[in-house]
């Protein structure tokens, strides 16, 4: 009996430590997530700051930089004691730059290796371009497709640089459809078939049917999206479905917005044409990621129903041809032929419009994000495309409601107040667009949340 009571004894005593351990392990782990450097000082005068939104600069100023907000902006502020002063030299001063369709974990691997490799090579890789990504003033992206949050949370905790990331996790997408990169092998699926490499990494998912639709948008929001992204149309490097096909029924759309309107934020899809946007915008949709194909009708309900055009400037195959085999070829030919007609007509009709890069699978790409800000001057002036990298790409993270990651201070800005996220250019950006192109040389100091990643002012 007494042996018999001993071992109850020991049993319950393991079970305490056990759960001990794992209340230990979440505070620390809840610790570091959330760990705070004490506050620095910052002091930067003499600049010239284009603080966003307007198109006149502001000569002569200073910035007071404390902890990791804009405090103070003046033609002179008195140094707090313990600042760091940076002399500006009549540089420029402007926000730090928003990319609103990035791929963390997509931009630096080519498609093959994200299918085969495993998950600690996918992260080291992309912990590695989030910091180039960062380096070149990129101080804060939308994620639309993947599985950054690991690397999230150690960027938001200080261990490893990079940029804020506002992530969508894993795409999903049909059977057949644009997340659909299973070998062909792959089909038809047994029923208890394992998932393939890529949706057990969070990084592709597919959805067939509302049941299965509102199950996987309900797994991403657990992950921590703060929006959605759902595949509603072809895409121009998948290597199965047409361009043209509309993807999703109605009914299959709508589940995926509602399930996301259950938790206060909204559902953002990858669509092209007429016929994929107007499905789109029926379901309730707040943002097209593309629609580089649309005609006027679509841009006419698109502005009615005050949905954003997050589109990205593809002029031509041979800079932005990464994936080479001839039906991806044709498809992107197609996607390229419309961008020019796509812009005018949001632009006509005064539609939301921010600008994204959408570069991955492809390391050497990646290097010209800052160059693909540049090819906005076929639309826009040097100040336009300036505002839309920065105060109007902030604009849409609002959507996201209570599920922003950054809701502390604003974005995208130079304002009291605002996030101290910012860039001193050696040079007027809104005279010269093309120093963006190349930010090892032109961009002398970065700094995000109040912190120096890049000193270079002589």
């Known amino acids: 009996m007494k042996t018999k009571v001993r071992k109850n004894i020991n049993r319950i005593l393991a079970g305490t430590m056990c759960i001990l351990a794992l209340l230990i392990v979440m505070a620390t ?96 890789i992309a912990a590695k371009q989030a910091e180039a990504t960062l380096m070149r003033g990129f101080t804060t992206v939308r994620d639309v497709g993947g ?29 057949s459809g644009h997340s659909d990169v299973r070998a062909p ?21 597919i959805a067939d049917g509302v049941p299965q639709v509102l199950q996987r948008v309900r797994e991403a929001l657990r992950m921590g999206a703060s929006h959605i992204k759902i595949m509603a149309g072809g895409g121009t490097t ?49 943002v097209i990621e593309h629609g580089h194909m649309i005609d006027e009708e679509t841009a006419i ?56 890069s959408d570069i991955l699978f492809a390391p050497e790409l990646a290097e010209k994000q800052g160059y693909m800000v540049t090819l ?4 826009y002036t040097p100040y336009e495309a300036l505002k839309m990298v920065t105060y109007d790409n902030a604009q849409i993270f609002a959507l996201s409601g209570p599920r922003d990651p950054y809701p502390d201070a604003e974005l995208g800005v130079i304002a009291e107040g605002a996030y101290a996220d910012l860039i001193l250019v050696d040079g007027n950006p809104l005279e010269d667009l093309e120093l963006v192109a190349d930010p090892h040389k032109n961009f002398v100091l970065i700094m995000k949340g109040g912190k120096i990643y890049k000193n270079v002012v002589m």
């Open 147 to 175: 599985n950054p949050f690991s690397l999230k949370a150690v960027i938001d905790s200080g261990l490893y640089v990079g940029p804020r990331i506002y992530a969508s996790g894993p795409a999903i997408g049909q059977t």
């Open 185 to 205: 092998a792959a089909v038809p699926a047994e029923v208890d078939a394992p998932l393939d490499l890529a949706a057990r990494s969070g990084h592709f998912l």
């Open 301 to 356: 309900l698109m502005a009615e129903n005050g949905v954003w055009l997050n589109i990205q400037p593809f002029l031509s195959s041979e800079e932005w041809m990464y994936i080479d085999d001839p039906f991806t070829r044709a498809k992107q030919e197609v996607m390229f032929q419309g961008t020019d007609t796509a812009y005018r007509l949001a632009i006509k009709h005064g539609l939301m419009i921010t600008w994204g």
């Open 238 to 286: 998948s290597p199965f479905d047409p361009l043209d096909s509309k993807q999703y029924t109605l009914e299959e759309l709508k589940a995926a917005v509602a399930a996301a309107e259950s938790w206060n934020t909204y559902v953002g899809v990858h669509a092209y044409t007429p016929a994929q946007v107007q499905q789109s915008i029926e379901a309730g949709v707040k």
């Open 376 to 379: 906005l001057r076929k639309w």
């Open 29 to 124: 782990t809840t610790a570091f997530a959330t760990e705070k450097k004490p506050a620095e000082k910052t002091l930067i005068i003499n600049a010239n700051v284009f603080n966003g939104k307007s198109e006149q600069l502001a000569e002569g100023m200073s910035v007071l930089v404390e902890g990791n907000k804009i405090t103070k902006i003046a033609k002179s502020i008195e140094a707090p004691a313990g600042a760091a002063i940076i002399d500006a030299g009549g540089r420029t001063l402007m926000p730090g730059m928003i990319d609103n369709h990035w791929h963390v974990m997509l931009a630096a691997l080519p498609l093959y290796a994200l299918l085969t490799a495993r998950d600690g090579y996918i992260n080291l």
